[in-house]
Nanobody, 120 residues
Framework: QVQLVESGGGLVQAGGSLRLSCAASGRFFSINVMGWYRQAPGKQRELVASITSGGSTNYADSVKGRFTISRDNAVNTVSLQMNSLKPEDTDVYYC??????????????WGQGTQVTVSS
């Protein structure tokens, strides 16, 4: 059983910063891509940022230059440093991982979500 546990959400004023962290646990061979998605009520979940096991990153245009994703493969964690936060960044943020459970068995797992609220 693979688990992703997020931490670090909360309430912050516009212009402030928050850091989200996510730790993967359980039995798996390795993790391909890890990342963060966000979702507002009634809207589709959208990619915020992702990072491969080799460190290649991808960001949504709306967060480029403000958010930074990082990863520690040794302890299976991924983090999202969010700076210059805007009210429109308010959402539930979900950690995501593409896991190789064993060779040939690849599955996606999600965290439970953490609320980020940015006040104006």
């Amino acid at each position: 059983q693979v688990q992703l546990v997020e931490s670090g959400g909360g309430l912050v004023q516009a212009g402030g910063s928050l850091r989200l962290s996510c730790a993967a646990s359980g039995r798996f061979f390795s993790i391909n891509v890890m990342g963060w998605y966000r979702q507002a009520p009634g809207k589709q979940r959208e990619l915020v940022a992702s990072i491969t096991s080799g460190g290649s990153t991808n960001y949504a245009d709306s967060v480029k230059g403000r958010f930074t994703i990082s990863r520690d493969n040794a302890v299976n964690t991924v983090s999202l440093q969010m700076n210059s936060l805007k009210p429109e960044d308010t959402d539930v943020y979900y950690c995501y991982g593409n896991f190789i459970i064993m060779p040939g068995h690849i599955y996606n797992y999600w965290g439970q979500g953490t609320q980020v609220t940015v006040s104006s």
